[in-house]
Nanobody, 124 residues
Framework: VQLQASGGGLVQAGGSLRLSCAASGRTFSTYNMGWFRQAPGKEREFVAHIIWSSGRTYYAGSVKGRFTISRDNAKDTVYLQMNSLKPEDTANYYC??????????????????WGKGTQVTVSS
């Protein structure tokens, strides 16, 4: 499984960005997909996930109502639409897949595959 994230950049506070993560390998439609982020000097933290079978989504409290995770199985891609961005959202964002189905905040220790990060910087 290979995951390639893209779409990061520099944006002003209040702005929006959409991250993409293209997957290859096994049948993408059976992957549970998620996003994590890591700011300098901080632990990698869970952001959001989407369950392959039900489409159910789950968000960290810090992004709920501002971020939306979605997927396009025809394109083997998962997205993270980020609106109303804040300086504290500045981090390197990673997409990830987890084979077991868990609804709730994912632990980084349970991730099966990571993509390379894409940097998001929000200026004040």
């Amino acid at each position: 499984v290979q995951l390639q994230a893209s779409g990061g950049g520099l944006v002003q506070a209040g702005g929006s960005l959409r991250l993409s993560c293209a997957a290859s390998g096994r049948t993408f439609s059976t992957y549970n997909m998620g996003w994590f982020r890591q700011a300098p000097g901080k632990e990698r933290e869970f952001v959001a996930h989407i369950i392959w079978s039900s489409g159910r989504t789950y968000y960290a409290g810090s992004v709920k109502g501002r971020f939306t995770i979605s997927r396009d199985n025809a394109k083997d891609t998962v997205y993270l639409q980020m609106n109303s961005l804040k300086p504290e959202d500045t981090a390197n964002y990673y997409c990830a897949t987890r084979w077991d189905t868990v609804v709730g905040p994912w632990s980084k220790d349970k991730i099966n595959y990571w993509g390379k990060g894409t940097q998001v910087t929000v200026s004040s």
